[in-house]
């Protein structure tokens, strides 16, 4: 199917994508769609920025709102019939908002209980009668310990960035929340790629699932453009000094692998004179989504960050990547470049690299972009 217009969707999500502009299919929801739309469950394996988020809220809302229109409406509080897990409240909140421009026209009720938030707001969040539930599994969880939240009508149970999810040791819960799913449930996975924890959760839970692994899973998209600096006796700024002078479309997110490193990049970057801010793990989480917010928003240009925002975030407007600090691993490398050249846009990788690289730069050479 060439366009969002052949698939068979109720006409109210067809009058959503047509406002939104949206027209033409990535290869994963061509794939994935219309295996959803059958009742399948599913395994989605494609790059990051590839649209595996639409894959799935497309379905998911045609069969929530089918069931509304068959006069079987949901009725009784705190019972969702849809559930996605995402690993982090910032994912969660991504999510939220790629259902949200649907929801309009559907009428169908989206909440969203996420770590980070207060308990309370949470607790709130799941009261009366709604569709659809996104969670992280630690707040879900102490939701159904509490028999705040039910899952016994759930018709689909949707696993989002679950890579990152599953290798945070979220496995064991996984586990307990689809058992508490009815086991006629439809089951989706989405991953941009599968490491040993994803593969044990596969054999545990997806058995007989149909497999879509897109042409460009474990590869770069075409769209990208990579370039790699040699550094010698790890003088890695005067390059990045250098870079920070040519101006790009959209900000630029650079990587380090450290918490030290991400701040003393930091520092270094505002004696010149330049604004930054700094997204990393044991930081204080409203000073973190703010500077992702302004980020985001365009207010500042430059984003120093750990390998916490290298998996699930969707910056639309990130025009260059800078792996001031490579990765050890091809793995995180993907999902680092995937931050930009999103959704068919294009983007620029700027590796500096030294001799310790090597390794990984030679795995590079066998993959595309």
Do not use: W
């Not at 047509?18 to 395994?43: C, D, F, N, Y």
């Not at 509080?77 to 649907?102: D, N, W």
């Amino acid at each position: 199917m060439s366009a969002f217009a052949d698939f068979p969707l109720l006409p109210t999500l067809q009058a959503s994508l047509a406002e939104a502009g949206l027209t033409t299919p990535t290869e994963i929801q061509v794939r994935a769609i219309p295996a959803l739309l059958a009742g399948k469950s599913v395994i989605g394996h494609s790059q990051t920025g590839s649209g595996k988020t639409l894959a799935f809220v497309l379905p998911l809302l045609h069969r929530l709102k089918t069931l509304e229109n068959e006069g079987k409406a949901i009725s009784e509080e705190s019972r969702p019939r849809a559930v996605v897990i995402v690993p982090t409240r910032e994912l969660g909140e991504q999510v939220t908002r790629v259902f949200k421009p649907f929801t309009h026209t559907t009428r169908l009720r989206v909440r969203s209980v996420l770590g980070g938030t207060k308990f309370d707001a949470a607790k709130r969040s799941v009261g009366g009668a709604f569709e659809i539930l996104v969670a992280t599994p630690g707040r879900l969880l102490q939701l159904m310990d509490r028999q705040l939240v039910v899952l016994d009508d759930v018709r689909i149970l949707v696993f989002d960035e679950a890579d990152r999810m599953l290798d945070q040791g979220f496995l064991p819960d996984a586990n307990r929340i689809a058992a508490a799913c009815p086991p006629g449930r439809q089951l989706a996975l989405f991953a941009a790629t599968v490491s040993p924890a994803v593969q044990t959760l596969i054999g545990t839970l997806f058995a007989g699932a149909e497999l879509i692994r897109s042409e460009g899973s474990q590869q770069v998209v075409p769209t990208l453009t990579t370039i790699n600096l040699n550094v010698t006796d790890g003088k890695r700024f005067p390059f990045l000094e250098d870079l920070l002078t040519k101006n790009v479309e959209g900000g630029t997110l650079i990587f380090t692998n450290t918490r030290d490193q991400c701040d003393h990049l930091a520092d270094r970057i505002r004696e010149t004179g330049r604004e930054c801010l700094v997204y990393r793990g044991e930081m204080d989480k409203v000073e973190r989504r703010a500077n992702l917010k302004s980020f985001r928003e365009g207010g500042v240009k430059l984003l120093i960050s750990t390998d916490l925002a290298s998996r699930g975030l969707d910056v639309q407007h990130v025009g260059r990547v800078i792996n001031y600090h490579l990765p050890n691993d091809l793995e995180n490398y993907l999902h680092r470049v995937g931050r930009t050249a999103r959704a068919g846009r294009k983007g620029l990788v700027i590796n500096l690299v030294t001799e310790r690289d090597a390794p990984l730069i030679s795995r590079l050479g066998s993959i595309k972009g």
